[in-house]
């Protein structure tokens, strides 16, 4: 795709969004998740099973992954272990939110793009101290709708997606179309490439230059379905781009020309097999980041309730 047709492509987009808050303060994708869409969602609960969309914080370094999280016991001491009365085993933890290996949220204050975040708010509004608007502060009271996963491996009829290969929107129409689904304005939409799975069985690789993900065109799909979060297994971008000079057009298209939050690196084979089982692909979701005033994004862990 060329820059030419990348810019496009993106005012086209950018022109069909809403930067304006709602009465929750809320703005971009998010206000397309009405108090009546969130109720509505609740009805998906059939089975009454919980299953996480989060894989298993990293902690050891990896191709994937050469600054991990680290998690630190602080308590007890050593004398505490045997030692009477009362004492508490502590610990503490730090995390590179936007890695490519831990499952986290990226808030819209993440992007930018000549000088500006989504909505043109200006790039200046985001300092050492914080970004003082778009942050994960918007998903404060969390995120709760109805999720659809697409799988786009049992689409082709293979495990996983390789690296380098894009997800297209006649990808995701023909998923709906074999799976039964349709996704609606509001919903959490989640795609499977089946990264997590390939990594499991073959080990982590430098996915900073070869990963699966939607082809630019892609982000289409989500405009006209009016989705209010996209969730992936990988970044949600391809690697090696499909765009001349742009890194990550997807984080471009979705976050600052749509205002649309991702989710990078969940896992979805818990949740595909518990659809696949059950014959239904819509779940009610919970996504709850943590309360962090300024962030650009947060560790998640999405929760599906089928």
Same mark, same amino acid.
């Given at each position: 795709?060329?820059?030419?047709? %990348?810019?496009?492509?993106?005012?086209?987009?950018?022109?069909?969004?809403?930067?304006?808050?709602?009465? *929750?303060?809320?703005?971009?994708?998010?206000?397309?998740?009405?108090?009546?869409?969130?109720?509505?969602?609740?009805?998906?609960?059939?089975?009454?099973?919980?299953?996480?969309?989060?894989?298993?914080?990293?902690?050891? =370094?990896?191709? $994937?992954?050469?600054?991990?999280?680290?998690?630190?016991?602080?308590?007890?001491? =050593?004398?505490?272990?045997?030692?009477?009365?009362?004492? %508490?085993?502590? @610990?503490?933890?730090?995390?590179?939110?936007?890695?490519?290996?831990?499952?986290?949220? @990226?808030?819209?204050?993440?992007?930018?793009? *000549?000088?500006?975040?989504?909505?043109?708010?200006?790039?200046?509004?985001? &300092?050492?101290?914080?970004?003082?608007?778009?942050?994960? $502060?918007?998903?404060?009271?969390?995120?709760?709708?109805?999720?659809?996963?697409?799988?786009?491996?049992?689409?082709?009829?293979?495990?996983?997606?390789?690296?380098?290969?894009?997800?297209?929107?006649?990808?995701?129409?023909?998923?709906?179309?074999?799976?039964?689904?349709?996704?609606?304005?509001?919903?959490?939409?989640?795609?499977? &490439?089946?990264?997590?799975?390939?990594?499991?069985?073959?080990?982590?690789?430098?996915?900073?230059?070869?990963?699966?993900?939607?082809?630019?065109?892609?982000?289409?799909?989500?405009?006209?379905?009016?989705?209010?979060?996209?969730?992936? @297994?990988?970044?949600?971008?391809?690697?090696?781009?499909?765009?001349?000079?742009?890194? %990550? =057009?997807?984080?471009?298209?979705?976050?600052?020309?749509?205002?649309? =939050?991702?989710? *990078?690196?969940?896992?979805?084979?818990?949740?595909?097999?518990?659809?696949?089982?059950?014959?239904?692909?819509?779940?009610?979701? &919970?996504?709850?980041?943590?309360?962090?005033?300024?962030?650009?994004?947060?560790?998640?862990?999405?929760?599906?309730?089928?």
């Amino acid at each position: 795709m060329t820059a030419q047709a %990348f810019r496009a492509l993106y005012e086209h987009l950018r022109s069909r969004a809403t930067a304006q808050p709602t009465a *929750d303060g809320r703005c971009g994708a998010l206000s397309h998740l009405t108090p009546e869409r969130v109720a509505a969602a609740a009805a998906e609960v059939r089975l009454g099973r919980t299953v996480s969309l989060a894989a298993p914080i990293e902690t050891v =370094p990896g191709p $994937d992954d050469p600054e991990p999280a680290v998690h630190r016991m602080t308590g007890p001491a =050593p004398d505490d272990l045997a030692a009477e009365g009362l004492h %508490f085993a502590t @610990d503490r933890f730090a995390m590179n939110v936007h890695g490519d290996a831990d499952s986290h949220l @990226d808030a819209l204050c993440h992007v930018l793009l *000549d000088g500006e975040l989504y909505g043109g708010v200006p790039a200046s509004s985001v &300092t050492p101290e914080g970004a003082r608007a778009l942050s994960v $502060d918007l998903a404060a009271d969390g995120i709760v709708g109805r999720g659809v996963l697409l799988d786009v491996p049992r689409l082709r009829g293979v495990p996983w997606l390789e690296p380098g290969d894009h997800v297209t929107s006649g990808d995701l129409r023909a998923a709906e179309a074999v799976q039964g689904v349709r996704v609606a304005p509001g919903d959490l939409l989640f795609v499977r &490439t089946g990264h997590r799975l390939r990594r499991t069985a073959l080990g982590p690789w430098n996915t900073a230059t070869a990963r699966a993900g939607l082809h630019p065109t892609a982000v289409q799909f989500l405009a006209e379905r009016e989705v209010s979060v996209l969730g992936g @297994d990988g970044n949600n971008d391809t690697a090696p781009s499909a765009v001349q000079g742009i890194s %990550f =057009p997807v984080h471009v298209l979705a976050v600052h020309a749509l205002g649309i =939050p991702l989710m *990078d690196y969940l896992q979805f084979e818990d949740l595909r097999r518990l659809c696949g089982r059950a014959g239904r692909w819509s779940f009610l979701c &919970t996504v709850a980041p943590l309360r962090l005033p300024g962030a650009t994004g947060s560790p998640v862990n999405p929760i599906a309730v089928l």
